[in-house]
């Protein structure tokens, strides 16, 4: 192959995933405490698993949360509604263990916005250290990589379907998976298509096929990346009854990557769900996307990662570093000095550019965390400002 020549694949998960459903309870929390309480401090975790689950962390918040109810009403969102869908978890039998303390007074006080013993600055510092990444491309209209934005857009589809009821047999659980191939550095070709979907056990494979490959992957996928040569593996193990927490346990946090940019973009190894925006690992993952994608929009170029470093309890990024892979129409340095420029990336301006202290996060929690047009860090509105300032 050429330099450019490759294949790259990106997985996604459904929102019935058990990883998913982890992580869309640890967001209800979060979004619960800041419906009442925007100054609310929260670091929930949740493990799912069988018929129990399991809410921990710290959270300080004057909010009062009735947390069994908000752990119920998730997972009926999703759809293990009764006994009936799954004689193992759903929403009204399932058993719940509350473990949530308040946060440590030691990291409470190196966010907070006031002196402290120890602390050099009365500034909001970070929430923890860390390095953050954005990301952004224009090989499709979200600005995104096409591997992991095209298997989001399959089970978005099945996601629709079945909550319509279209489709009596689809289940909550799925997961899918797409290969890319790559000429020049531009998407050319889809080389294959995994889909594996829970259903009822009343359904043939053969039904089961005919329905993702027709009905989902012709519609949603660009006709003219499919071929003859495009392999469709759906459900590839035979049958897939079992699903959801029952069929395995969740945790939340565990699919980073596919809450980011299916590995085309690095990682900084911290999760998003169930953490207010104080948590550098959220917020100023949140705003690297931004940043990113305002680049790739200005035209300063046409592919960009952005990495952003922090210490806990201090208020600037330790580190502010740009790589657009020769793709850039300025220089990395020039496209950093105007990044600086437009963007202040301290926690506390973090939360004020992109108006963080909503409750916002539910309906981040599913098929990628920077996919959906109406969140903030989505908003092409420094475009005018990069190019002003950039040299």
Not at 126 to 153: C, K, W
Request: aromatic letters at 8%; one cysteine or more.
């Amino acid at each position: 192959m050429a330099a450019y020549d490759y294949i790259f694949s990106s997985e996604s998960v459904g929102e019935g995933h058990p990883d998913k459903v982890a992580d869309y309870i640890s967001d209800s929390v979060l979004d619960a405490c800041l419906a009442q309480d925007k100054n609310s401090r929260v670091a929930c975790e949740t493990l799912v698993k069988s018929n129990c689950v399991v809410v921990a962390g710290e959270i300080t918040t004057k909010a009062k949360l009735n947390v069994e109810q908000i752990v119920r009403q998730a997972i009926d969102d999703i759809g293990y509604r009764t006994p009936k869908d799954d004689d193992v978890f759903n929403a009204s039998t399932v058993f719940i263990h509350n473990l949530l303390t308040g946060q440590s007074p030691d990291i409470a006080q190196g966010v907070d916005a006031k002196k402290a013993k120890g602390k050099k600055t009365a500034e909001q510092g970070a929430g923890d250290q860390g390095i953050m990444f954005g990301y952004a491309s224009n090989e499709t209209p979200e600005l995104m990589p096409a591997p992991v934005m095209f298997a989001h857009r399959l089970l978005h589809e099945l996601r629709d379907l079945r909550h319509a009821g279209k489709v009596s047999w689809l289940r909550p659980d799925c997961k899918s998976q797409v290969a890319v191939a790559y000429k020049d550095g531009r998407p050319v070709h889809i080389e294959n298509v995994v889909i594996s979907t829970q259903h009822t056990p009343d359904v043939s494979h053969a039904e089961i096929e005919k329905f993702c490959i027709e009905k989902v992957i012709k519609k949603v996928l660009p006709a003219e990346l499919i071929s003859k040569k495009t392999e469709f593996l759906i459900n590839p193990t035979g049958q897939f009854i079992i699903g959801g927490p029952h069929g395995d346990s969740g945790l939340t946090g565990r699919k980073i990557i596919v809450d980011s940019y299916g590995g085309m973009g690095r990682h900084g190894g911290g999760a998003f769900s169930g953490k207010d925006p104080s948590k550098v690992d959220r917020s100023a993952a949140y705003m690297c996307r931004w940043v990113a994608k305002n680049i790739v929009a200005a035209g300063l170029a046409s592919r960009v990662e952005l990495q952003v470093a922090y210490a806990i309890g201090h208020p600037n990024p330790t580190s502010v570093h740009v790589d657009t892979f020769g793709t850039g129409n300025f220089s990395d340095a020039a496209i950093v000095d105007a990044v600086k420029k437009v963007f202040s990336f301290k926690p506390a301006d973090i939360i004020d550019q992109l108006d963080l202290l909503k409750p916002i996060y539910r309906k981040t929690t599913h098929y990628g965390h920077f996919t959906k047009a109406d969140l903030p860090w989505e908003k092409l509105n420094k475009v005018a400002a990069l190019k002003k300032a950039v040299k």
